[in-house]
């Protein structure tokens, strides 16, 4: 079945249209194939590119290269993710080796930007964990423990320190760590199509129907076309299970966003001017927000076990009706029809939050399932991943590889049904922080 993502994202209406798009019609032979063009895919094409250069290496999009779930997300590139403290060395070790995931994510982005020298709004402000729920602090007292045992700068905030920060008195209790990025995905991502080495050949609106490997060579049917290939990258990480990818092991959940239009003058200044920042929930399903440089808010309130390839009009309508509640929460005096967009986007989970990146095969990989953190880790370990493909090694990979593996699933339809009432124990959990 055909991805077909609503158009209404704003990150992708701030882009410019492209006019070089190519889709595949006839079949072809190569020496790699990589499935996927967002973040993992675009690195893994970079990377096999700069050791190939004489070969043929193709990348191949259901959708219009990077405008799936890498221009659909969030913007932030992760240091730390949230966790309630730890009972043991062990949990801490294997916390520790988590953040050492995020921290080579973020030195791959940055390699990147400095090296083609991208303007993506790029933003070293660090990142807030935030709740309006005074018991709460509880939980980020336990993490602020975490955060000082592995040297993490961080700092506990109250009421009155959120509203100067953010501009709304919403949030009673609040944790900022001070190594978190926000950026505009969208710029990143369409800087990396932009600068593809010349020998990769990359064709968009392209869905991979099935395939199968017959003796040492890869068989790829397309719609309009095939592809045979010596080497493939699985890189599609929300529609890994959909294509037999580590099916046990992940699975897709469809999130909704929405973007306001830019404050006017004096609704910025009756919120304070703030500079811009994000804010990340204490609870799982609570919400998403931040300001822009330009002064937007973005929401993200909604996470649920969806038909991952369509979303409709009237489905996101329903969608945005509770963003607009979660604005309104924090910033009453704004207008009800503040809303400019929105729009869904999918990721993909793993059960214990591990990601993925493996040899399936002599010549199969396969990376992706970054639990929220795609921006860093999927740019490192698509470049991660083409390095172990072509049978060599890095500290980075030694460093990937010493993360606790993904733990195995149920199937359906017990997966869908304990994923299902674990969002809805959530939802109810984190109802006052949508």
Same mark, same amino acid.
């Given at each position: 079945?055909?991805?077909?993502?609503?158009?209404?994202?704003?990150?992708?209406?701030?882009?410019?249209?492209?006019?070089?798009?190519?889709?595949?019609?006839?079949?072809?032979?190569?020496?790699?194939?990589?499935?996927?063009?967002?973040?993992?895919?675009?690195?893994?094409?970079?990377?096999?590119?700069?050791?190939?250069?004489?070969?043929?290496?193709?990348?191949?999009?259901?959708?219009?290269?990077?405008?799936?779930?890498?221009?659909?997300?969030?913007?932030?590139?992760?240091?730390?993710?949230?966790?309630?403290?730890?009972?043991?060395?062990?949990?801490?070790?294997?916390?520790?080796?988590?953040?050492?995931?995020?921290?080579?994510?973020?030195?791959?982005?940055?390699?990147?930007?400095?090296?083609?020298?991208?303007?993506?709004?790029?933003?070293?402000?660090?990142?807030?964990?935030?709740?309006?729920?005074?018991?709460?602090?509880?939980?980020?007292?336990?993490?602020?423990?975490?955060?000082?045992?592995?040297?993490?700068?961080?700092?506990?905030?109250?009421?009155?320190?959120?509203?100067?920060?953010?501009?709304?008195?919403?949030?009673?209790?609040?944790?900022?760590?001070?190594?978190?990025?926000?950026?505009?995905?969208?710029?990143?991502?369409?800087?990396?199509?932009?600068?593809?080495?010349?020998?990769?050949?990359?064709?968009?609106?392209?869905?991979?129907?099935?395939?199968?490997?017959?003796?040492?060579?890869?068989?790829?049917?397309?719609?309009?076309?095939?592809?045979?290939?010596?080497?493939?990258?699985?890189?599609?990480?929300?529609?890994?299970?959909?294509?037999?990818?580590?099916?046990?092991?992940?699975?897709?959940?469809?999130?909704?966003?929405?973007?306001?239009?830019?404050?006017?003058?004096?609704?910025?200044?009756?919120?304070?001017?703030?500079?811009?920042?994000?804010?990340?929930?204490?609870?799982?399903?609570?919400?998403?927000?931040?300001?822009?440089?330009?002064? &937007?808010?973005?929401?993200?309130?909604?996470?649920?076990?969806?038909?991952?390839?369509?979303?409709?009009?009237?489905?996101?309508?329903?969608?945005?009706?509770?963003?607009?509640?979660?604005?309104?929460?924090?910033?009453?005096?704004?207008?009800?029809?503040?809303?400019?967009?929105?729009?869904?986007?999918?990721?993909?989970?793993?059960?214990?939050?591990?990601?993925?990146?493996?040899?399936?095969?002599?010549?199969?990989?396969?990376?992706?399932?970054?639990?929220?953190?795609?921006?860093?880790?999927?740019?490192?370990?698509?470049?991660?991943?083409?390095?172990?493909?072509?049978?060599?090694?890095?500290?980075?990979?030694?460093?990937?590889?010493?993360?606790?593996?993904?733990?195995?699933?149920?199937?359906?339809?017990?997966?869908?049904?304990?994923?299902?009432?674990?969002?809805?124990?959530?939802?109810? &959990?984190? &109802?006052?922080?949508?």
């Amino acid at each position: 079945m055909e991805v077909i993502n609503d158009n209404n994202c704003s990150w992708i209406k701030d882009l410019s249209f492209r006019n070089d798009i190519k889709k595949l019609s006839s079949n072809l032979d190569c020496e790699w194939l990589i499935v996927g063009a967002g973040y993992t895919g675009l690195s893994a094409a970079r990377k096999l590119g700069q050791i190939y250069p004489n070969q043929k290496i193709i990348l191949v999009d259901a959708q219009l290269a990077g405008e799936g779930a890498s221009s659909r997300n969030s913007g932030y590139l992760v240091d730390t993710t949230l966790n309630d403290g730890f009972s043991s060395n062990k949990e801490l070790e294997n916390y520790k080796k988590k953040s050492d995931i995020y921290k080579l994510g973020i030195e791959s982005v940055k390699r990147f930007i400095k090296e083609y020298q991208v303007d993506c709004d790029w933003n070293e402000c660090g990142k807030y964990f935030a709740s309006s729920k005074i018991e709460d602090k509880k939980i980020l007292e336990n993490f602020s423990k975490t955060l000082s045992k592995l040297g993490f700068k961080h700092e506990m905030l109250s009421n009155i320190d959120l509203k100067k920060k953010l501009g709304t008195n919403f949030y009673n209790i609040g944790l900022y760590t001070q190594g978190g990025i926000l950026l505009h995905p969208g710029k990143l991502v369409r800087a990396m199509i932009a600068t593809l080495p010349k020998n990769i050949k990359l064709y968009e609106n392209s869905t991979l129907i099935k395939w199968r490997k017959l003796n040492s060579k890869i068989y790829c049917n397309f719609k309009n076309g095939s592809i045979k290939t010596k080497k493939i990258i699985f890189a599609t990480n929300g529609f890994l299970k959909s294509l037999g990818i580590k099916s046990n092991y992940n699975f897709p959940l469809t999130l909704t966003a929405s973007m306001t239009r830019p404050l006017k003058d004096h609704e910025f200044k009756l919120i304070g001017k703030p500079k811009e920042w994000g804010v990340l929930p204490v609870r799982p399903m609570g919400a998403t927000i931040r300001m822009t440089k330009d002064r &937007r808010f973005l929401i993200r309130n909604t996470a649920e076990i969806y038909n991952p390839y369509k979303m409709s009009q009237v489905e996101l309508k329903k969608r945005s009706i509770k963003q607009i509640i979660g604005i309104k929460k924090r910033f009453p005096k704004l207008s009800d029809n503040i809303i400019e967009s929105t729009w869904s986007g999918v990721v993909s989970r793993t059960r214990n939050s591990s990601q993925i990146f493996e040899k399936l095969d002599d010549n199969i990989f396969v990376a992706g399932c970054y639990n929220g953190s795609g921006i860093g880790v999927g740019t490192l370990f698509g470049e991660q991943i083409a390095i172990k493909a072509s049978n060599e090694t890095s500290k980075e990979i030694d460093i990937i590889e010493s993360r606790k593996r993904p733990t195995w699933l149920p199937p359906n339809p017990f997966l869908n049904l304990g994923v299902k009432s674990r969002l809805i124990y959530e939802r109810i &959990r984190a &109802r006052s922080e949508i």
